[in-house]
């Protein structure tokens, strides 16, 4: 929102009116030893075209997919967003981040959100689906919370590889709620081994973790490992890339008793890394214990279709102890854009795009391969992302690769392995494929 300056006396009526003689007086109940006791040492005051110029220069210096040709992903892809969807989403009805607490006065908000489910729902082959989280790493990590509190086991089994930054704010959900019993899965050939995960899990998991396709783009083998996980009484539990499933099987084809995903590919952008939304679909015989909101379509008295906040298992609507989770909010304005973004596209667009993204990164990754000194890291089947073993440091191609205007990957050794993971979208053309295996073949 814009930032209205108020003046000395408008900040004058401000504390006549609610009764206070100072803004000291506002403060009272903050201690006096963490009050700040010098001014912010700020610019000097500016100019508004002064201000503009300032905040361009600072921008400037950002390196983004505006200018630059991107191979990144590793959790954020830069997928081609319909003109549309700013256009439909900025409306003064929809325009807000933040589903409004009076919800029910709000019935364009809650059809929109309904519609959002029953697409992710479609999507993911699942029954139920709430109306977001956060992210996709929160998503999954009140997932394994809520396969702890079905099943009253406390040991998650992850069983493939993980993306490692979902993996690390999954401990720290588990940590901070008296958990911590995270198994991992060996790998093979940069898929989880089938034998290694079921001596496992047993009597004592509560979940089997599986992303579909997995940090390195490799796609899992989720049939077994949804079968392990029934076989001990565990849940299933599957994060899936949305845009993958235009092409690979919904994880609800394949037993998932719970499915999420990370939804910034449908509509959003990278944002230096948010604000995302996190997918959460359920099968049906768990709804009563899904976190966050969910709105469900009824009747009113004159048989018309109404909108309405159903089943709330949060926190500030039950008492606490009873409460499936704290999540008290979603991300609106991100699912919004999610459900714009598939109505454009429709069944086949969505086909069209994923198969657009596994074509080009199938012909990359064999180009690259041809290369003198590269190879791929694994064999197993991919999707749209690759691990590529170079003849330099991944950090050194990286950087040479900025120079020609080029985000060449993800760069492994930032969590300890070796390798660039390349990612490939449907904005990529065949001349810019061609000139990165051109460039690389240079180093």
Excluded: W
């Excluded at 697409?119 to 996709?136: I, P, W």
């Excluded at 509190?149 to 040991?155: F, K, L, S």
């Excluded at 034998?195 to 599986?210: F, H, I, K, W």
């Excluded at 049939?223 to 001990?232: F, I, P, Q, T, W």
Aim: glycine share 10%; net charge negative; proline share 4%.
């Amino acid at each position: 929102m814009p930032f209205i300056v108020n003046t000395d006396s408008e900040r004058e009526e401000m504390l006549r009116s609610i009764g206070a003689a100072s803004f000291d007086d506002l403060i009272t109940d903050i201690p006096e030893e963490i009050r700040l006791k010098k001014a912010l040492d700020l610019f000097p005051a500016l100019s508004e075209p002064e201000v503009m110029k300032l905040l361009e220069g600072l921008a400037s210096a950002n390196r983004s997919t505006a200018g630059y040709v991107s191979f990144l992903g590793g959790g954020a892809y830069d997928h081609f967003i319909p003109s549309a969807i700013k256009s439909i989403v900025s409306r003064s009805e929809f325009y807000t981040a933040y589903t409004p607490y009076q919800a029910e006065v709000s019935q364009g908000t809650l059809q929109a959100i309904y519609e959002y489910q029953s697409m992710m729902c479609r999507l993911y082959g699942m029954d139920v689906a709430n109306a977001s989280m956060y992210d996709g790493a929160t998503a999954l990590a009140e997932a394994v919370l809520m396969a702890m509190n079905i099943t009253g086991r406390e040991q998650v089994v992850i069983a493939g590889r993980l993306n490692p930054c979902t993996e690390s704010v999954l401990k720290t959900y588990l940590e901070a709620s008296g958990h911590g019993a995270i198994v991992q899965n060996s790998l093979d050939n940069g898929t989880g081994s089938v034998d290694g995960l079921r001596s496992l899990v047993g009597e004592r998991t509560a979940a089997v973790v599986v992303q579909q396709p997995n940090f390195y783009g490799c796609l899992e083998d989720v049939e077994n490992a949804g079968a392990a996980a029934h076989e001990c009484g565990a849940l299933f539990i599957v994060s899936a890339d949305p845009v993958t499933l235009g092409m690979l099987e919904a994880p609800g084809n394949y037993g998932a008793d719970i499915a999420v995903g990370e939804g910034q590919p449908l509509g959003s952008r990278q944002n230096f890394g948010g604000p995302y939304l996190g997918i959460f679909t359920v099968r049906q015989a768990h709804v009563r214990k899904i976190p966050g909101r969910l709105v469900g379509m009824t009747s009113d008295r004159d048989g018309n279709d109404g909108f309405i906040l159903t089943l709330q298992t949060r926190e500030q609507h039950i008492r606490r102890e009873k409460a499936t989770s704290n999540i008290c909010t979603n991300q609106a304005l991100c699912a919004l854009q999610a459900a714009v973004y598939l109505s454009l596209l429709g069944k086949q667009g969505i086909r069209e795009v994923a198969g657009q993204c596994a074509v080009k990164a199938h012909y990359l990754a064999d180009r690259i391969a041809a290369l003198p000194g590269y190879a791929l890291k694994f064999t197993a089947p991919f999707f749209r992302e690759f691990v590529v073993e170079t003849p330099l440091p991944a950090s050194e191609v990286v950087g040479a690769m900025l120079d020609k205007g080029i985000f060449a990957g993800y760069d492994l050794s930032a969590v300890g392995e070796s390798g660039l993971l390349v990612s490939v979208t449907e904005k990529r053309t065949r001349a810019e494929l061609d000139q990165f295996v051109a460039l690389l073949g240079e180093l």
